[in-house]
């Protein structure tokens, strides 16, 4: 069983950097592809942002391309989002998800990934 748990939201300024953190348990390794995805009010949720298991393979949503940057300790079984130059259009509830099942690569789709966190808050506002 796998616990994902988010940390690093909060209340920014646009234009503001914030930098979300995943924390993986439950296994020995982090042998696991995990996924950036974010929900804000009235909206469906949405890809952000995916790195594979050894961190060789990336994916951005054209929304944060540019500005988001994913990187992961296997060491520290941390997967982290780097997040610049916030504007309004990014508050939303982010999660991370792990997908635990071959082949641990890059996913978009919500549906690859068997665990999830709780979410933290990211609301940019002037």
């Known amino acids: 069983q796998v616990q994902l748990v988010e940390s690093g939201g909060g209340l920014v300024k646009p234009g503001d950097s914030l930098r979300l953190s995943c924390a993986i348990s439950?296994?020995?390794?982090?042998?696991?592809?995990v996924g950036w995805f974010r929900q804000a009010p009235g909206k469906a949720r949405e890809s952000v942002a995916a790195?594979?298991?050894?961190?060789?393979?990336?994916y951005y949503a054209d929304s944060v391309k540019g500005r988001f940057t994913i990187s992961r300790d296997n060491a520290k079984k941390t997967v982290t989002l780097q997040m610049d130059s916030l504007t309004t259009e990014d508050t939303a509830v982010y999660s991370c998800?792990?997908?635990?099942?071959?082949?641990?690569?890059?996913?978009?789709?919500?549906?690859?990934?068997?665990?999830w966190g709780q979410g933290t808050q990211v609301t940019v506002s002037s």
């Open positions: 998800a792990a997908r635990t099942l071959y082949p641990v690569g890059v996913y978009s789709r919500a549906e690859a990934y068997d665990y």
């Open positions: 439950g296994r020995a390794d982090a042998n696991v592809a």
């Open positions: 790195i594979n298991n050894d961190a060789r393979h990336k």
